[in-house]
């Protein structure tokens, strides 16, 4: 089992970048497909992006493509989420999550163990 701690956020503007990371403990976190979720007040939690145990695979949401990238360093344990070209609607509390299972799922409830969230607002 691995435990999740997520940092990165804060409030930028519009356009602006920000890089997420998320930091694993645990010796097996090579066996994990990873993914980034985000909730904005009143709604659902919504995949984000998500990367396979290799990081030879990874996916998008529609909504982020060509502006966010996910990676992983397996030997530090982290994932990251580098997200450019931010918008208002991107704002949201990220979190990261983890699961055995192969691939890139995009439904929360694929992912077993969830970090705590960071907060990402950005203004216009």
């Known amino acids: 089992q691995v435990q999740l701690v997520e940092s990165g956020g804060g409030l930028v503007q519009a356009g602006d970048s920000l890089r997420l990371s998320c930091a694993a403990s645990?010796?097996?976190?090579?066996?994990?497909?990873m993914g980034w979720f985000r909730q904005a007040p009143g709604k659902e939690r919504e995949f984000v992006a998500a990367?396979?145990?290799?990081?030879?695979?990874?996916d998008y949401a529609d909504s982020v493509k060509g502006r966010f990238t996910i990676s992983r360093d397996n030997a530090k344990n982290t994932v990251s989420l580098q997200m450019n070209s931010l918008k208002p609607e991107d704002s949201a509390v990220y979190y990261c999550a983890a699961t055995p299972s192969g691939g890139t799922p995009s439904r929360p409830y694929s992912y077993g163990v969830w970090g705590q969230g960071t907060q990402v607002t950005v203004s216009s």
């Open positions: 645990g010796r097996t976190f090579s066996n994990y497909a």
């Open positions: 990367i396979s145990w290799s990081g030879g695979s990874v």
